[in-house]
């Protein structure tokens, strides 16, 4: 039972028009199936529902490629559009040439997960309270609402893999298991590129991820990727502060260090992109597990010495990260089990507001169909405490705390801590206390550029 197609021309030749196909990968450069990609490109296929957790960034050799190919029809994703990068799939949604289905990311491979398994649809926590639920079947179980999903399958899968034997057998490296097992499970054809072809015997069984009952074809890649060269841009320096009336602020780093203080000893925690991810670099020592939805627990702080990088570790973000000791990696169906299974303790994400009522919005500026919703909804439906991390004002000088948050909601009354550029503030169960602020900052400079009614500590704390 030989798998192996001799090109990736071969292998997504019969690719029709029409088709439904699910892209793996993870973050922007990392283990996607390029030279499938490219293939399918040049091939020219049409009318194509793609489904993946995002199509990256102009010129990607990922999804993105094909949308500037015009050949996308309709995105199924957890990520339509990123702030401040212009893209051709935006244009196309905007204008309506591009149908869109935004799913939360765990939900997705959840999704996919099911109809690899035969089953039709499920109840899920995620999503309830937003607008992702509005016209959906609702039901209640044990007193807690749970929206329905219903199951997605694939035409086709392209998948990237570490190696794989001619049988199909697949051996995925590090935290780039993903998206991969269930979107082959949920395809029809699951095709995986991969770096290395070896003959039967040679993959121990305990290292086989992906069993070769789910993979119709394995190509060897012709894409040679420098991972290691790949860096994701901060937006502003992580040690240059905002200035509010001409004093400087907390650092971005500061910001990150100051939520660190917060995470309890003994504790699993996960960590969104952007500021988040700043705080493993100040839980070196303590007795914390970091999670991460792409598939790693137990990592530390980011690297960036050519010497400490390996291209099949890193975090959510996409950021370089060392191991610790007792690691592990799993998939994505895995890892939102752990999250909505409750079994994260802390969730540190950033956002564009939080209101009086500890709502959040993290995932959209605009609307249903244009934004990026990623993971946060399922790391919401667990149980843990949920840590706000995010400057205190926008870049237009207006509230980031709200009254009530202007933008679609992430997760209604879910938020513990809330640590700002300018301040800490603490729910105490029915409204925000302002605990701490930053240093040469007064508790009335802070209520002054905070929109949302706060209680003010009896003695509040200067923070580091």
């Given amino acids: 039972m030989n798998k192996i197609v001799k090109s990736p021309e071969q292998a997504v030749s019969d690719i029709p028009n029409g088709a439904t196909v699910a892209i793996a990968g993870f973050g922007v450069a990392h283990r996607f199936a390029t030279a499938l990609i490219c293939a399918l490109r040049d091939q020219g296929t049409k009318e194509l529902t793609l489904v993946c957790n995002s199509l990256g ?35 196309q949604i905007a204008s309506g040439k591009m149908d869109v289905e935004l799913v939360p990311q765990g939900i997705l491979v959840e999704r996919c997960r099911a ?9 899920s926590p995620t999503g309830v309270h937003t607008d992702l639920a509005t016209g959906r079947e609702i039901r ?28 199909g057998n697949v051996q995925f490296r590090g935290g780039s298991q993903n998206f991969n097992p ?3 499970k949920a395809a029809r054809v699951a095709i995986v ?27 060897k890649t012709t894409h040679v990727v420098d991972g290691k060269a790949w860096r994701r841009p901060q937006r502003r320096p992580a040690d240059q502060p905002r200035l509010y009336d001409g004093k400087p602020a907390l650092t971005r780093e500061g910001i990150a260090r100051n939520a660190a203080k917060l ?22 020592g303590r007795d914390v597990i970091l999670h991460a939805e792409n598939g790693v627990l137990g990592y530390g702080r980011m690297v960036t010495e050519e010497h400490e990088i390996d291209p099949d570790i890193y975090n959510a973000a996409g950021q370089f990260v060392a191991l610790k000791p007792g690691a592990s990696f799993f998939d994505s169906v895995s890892s939102f089990e752990m999250a909505r299974g409750g079994r994260i303790d802390t969730v540190i994400l950033g956002a564009y507001e939080v209101d009086q009522e500890a ?33 205190h004002v926008d870049s237009k000088g207006r509230p980031k705390l709200r009254r009530k948050c202007t933008y679609p909601l992430t997760g209604k009354a879910c938020v513990s801590y809330v640590v700002t550029d300018l301040a800490l503030l603490r729910w105490d169960g029915a409204r925000f206390v302002l605990d701490a602020v930053a240093p040469g900052f007064t508790p009335q400079e802070v209520i002054k550029l905070t929109e949302m009614d706060v209680a003010v500590a009896p003695n509040v704390r200067t923070m580091e």
Avoid: C
């Fill in 57 to 91: 960034d102009a010129g990607a050799t990922r999804g993105q490629i094909l949308a500037e190919n015009n050949q996308v029809k309709k995105l199924i994703a957890a990520f339509s559009v990123r702030p401040g990068t212009p893209t051709a799939s935006e244009e």
């Fill in 115 to 123: 109809g690899g398994a035969g089953l039709a649809a499920f109840y």
């Fill in 140 to 167: 209640t179980f044990d007193g807690k609402p749970y929206v329905l999903e219903h199951a997605i399958n694939v035409d086709y899968a392209l998948l990237r893999g570490y190696r794989a034997d001619t049988l």
């Fill in 182 to 184: 269930a979107f082959a």
């Fill in 193 to 219: 590129e991969v770096d290395e072809i070896v003959e039967p015997g040679t993959i121990p069984p305990e290292l086989i991820d992906l069993p070769g009952i789910f993979v119709s074809r394995v190509v």
């Fill in 263 to 284: 995470v309890k000893e003994g504790t699993y925690v996960n960590l969104g992109v952007g500021i988040p991810t700043m705080v493993s670099n100040y839980l070196e």
């Fill in 359 to 391: 709502s959040v919005a993290n995932w959209s500026t605009a609307d249903a169909k244009r934004g990026g919703i990623g993971g946060a909804m399922d790391l919401l439906s667990g149980k843990g405490d949920l840590i706000i991390v995010m400057e």
